[in-house]
T-cell receptor, first 122, second 116 residues
């Protein structure tokens, strides 16, 4: 398997522009996570999906951020309009589920991370 | 709330020497603890986890971690460091039920530098 694939790897844009980050999880994984990494805040969980359904988006910083997962093999994180403080590395991660488990139950499996999308908003 | 603390921003060690990267945790309930490693310009990679059972957990690349309940610690160790171990190391703890067991709460990271 190619692992979690993210695009673009680097994005430089100007304040006010729309940014779309893309993620292809590992085939067969039921969970998909979007994280943001900055020097100031470290790693923050933004949102996660189970079977394409958003389960918890409490980490999304504000309404300018939105995420979708239209099918099991694709997710997007959109920022509109972008601001300089959105500059960060955005990671997508996926994980396999266990048969019969609830998305609220205890999960112990490891996360597989993509290589990240480095966003710079000028 | 669940949290982990990594008290050292950076750890320096000579190649061949043992290394320790420290992590302490604060949880309600049973701790589920993880270590991840991040190489430059890469995503995080899973190293090992403690769920239950033996306090000494063995993981990838020769790393191990010792769970100590009385000291609420989960230090990462390796008997003999390699230059290629130089990276950023993150300790993480599972979230609680009402905020989602799926959430991993990460520490701030410790940069490990192994000199030749």
């Amino acid at each position: 398997d190619a692992g979690v694939i993210q695009s673009p790897r680097h994005e430089v844009t100007e304040m006010g522009q729309e940014v779309t980050l893309r993620c292809k999880p590992i085939s067969g994984h039921d969970y998909l996570f979007w994280y943001r990494q900055t020097m100031m805040r470290g790693l923050e969980l933004l949102i996660y999906f189970n079977n394409n359904v958003p389960i918890d988006d409490s980490g999304m910083p504000e309404d300018r951020f939105s995420a979708k997962m239209p099918n099991a093999s694709f997710s997007t994180l959109k920022i509109q309009p972008s601001e300089p403080r959105d500059s960060a590395v955005y990671f997508c991660a996926s994980r396999g589920g266990l048969a019969g488990e609830s998305p609220w139950e205890n999960i112990t499996g490891e996360l597989f991370f993509g290589e990240g999308s480095r966003l710079t908003v000028l | 709330a669940q949290s982990v603390a990594q008290p050292e921003d950076q750890v320096n060690v000579a190649e061949g020497n043992p290394l320790t990267v420290k992590c302490t945790y604060s949880v309600s309930g049973n701790p589920y603890l993880f270590w991840y490693v991040q190489y430059p310009n890469r995503g995080l990679q899973f190293l090992l986890k403690y769920i239950t059972g033996d306090n000494l957990v063995k993981g990838s690349y020769g790393f191990e971690a010792e769970f100590n309940k009385s000291q609420t610690s989960f230090h990462l160790k390796k008997p003999s460091a390699l230059v290629s171990d130089s990276a950023l190391y993150f300790c993480a703890v599972r979230g609680v039920r009402n905020t989602g067991f799926q959430k991993l709460v990460f520490g701030t990271g410790t940069r490990l530098l192994v000199s030749p």
